[in-house]
């Protein structure tokens, strides 16, 4: 129990310090409990996830516990600059906008339609890739069943299409409640690049344990000196 729960504690101390961040000042006039409401319902379900994740494991060595430690930091940061915070606040206290009013968000279903466009920044490219590459090093490790091609690879495009459909889902319903809604949307191009970024991590966890079996091999073929 003392394992886990120094396990968890750095994506308990991340996650709280970035909800002050969000909540200090930003909700002026908003009743305290519609303001605890809207963080329970953004942290609960990742804090379920920890939870459960974490109940799963039954070694726990050291080399473990770093391991989901920054897992489960790393999991933070993902959802943090992807979909956190749904402005859960706004759907509980601000009336529908007129439909003429209501903002539509942004999609594409082109592949490769934005890639290619001259106005997308490197930084946004890169951006991409390297958001889900610890994917493909940390989900190995921890669950040795994703250490193969076929299973990882639709686990990373269900994780990628399902923070996708979440950004869209968020700016659609922001859409219906702000003169100035979320600017997030739904883009294959996300997809493509996120799953590509996955893969060049999974393989660089593959090429590790290629190097770690010719390292042992090599030292159980060498003569004993």
């Known amino acids: 129990m003392i394992r886990k729960t120094v396990t968890v504690i750095p994506f308990v101390m991340v996650a709280c310090l970035k909800t002050w961040d969000h909540v200090y000042g930003n909700f ?45 930091v790393y999991l933070f940061f993902v959802l943090y600059y992807t979909v956190l915070y749904i402005p859960y606040w706004r759907f509980m206290t601000q009336p529908v906008l007129p439909l003429e009013e209501q903002v539509f968000p942004h999609y594409n279903f082109i592949p490769l339609k934005t890639i290619l466009e001259t106005s997308i920044t490197p930084v946004n ?73 996955a893969v060049i991590g999974f393989s660089l966890y593959q090429l590790w344990g290629r190097m770690k079996s010719l390292i042992s091999r090599s030292h159980r073929s060498s003569p004993n000196r």
Not at 37 to 45: G, K, R, S
């Open 28 to 72: 002026p006039g908003i009743s305290v409990w519609i303001v605890f409401i809207h963080i329970c319902l953004n942290l609960l379900p990742i804090f379920v996830f920890v939870c459960w994740s974490v109940s799963k494991v039954r070694q726990w060595s050291g080399m473990n516990m770093v391991i989901h430690a920054c897992f489960y």
């Open 125 to 197: 490219i890169w951006g991409n890739i390297l958001l889900l590459l610890p994917l493909g090093i940390f989900v190995p490790l921890i669950h040795p069943y994703f250490a193969r091609i076929k299973p990882f690879l639709l686990f990373a495009l269900l994780v990628s299409s399902g923070i996708e459909s979440v950004q869209f889902l968020t700016a659609l319903m922001d859409g219906k409640f702000a003169e100035y809604p979320s600017e997030r949307s739904f883009d294959v191009d996300d997809i493509i690049l996120n799953v590509s970024g």
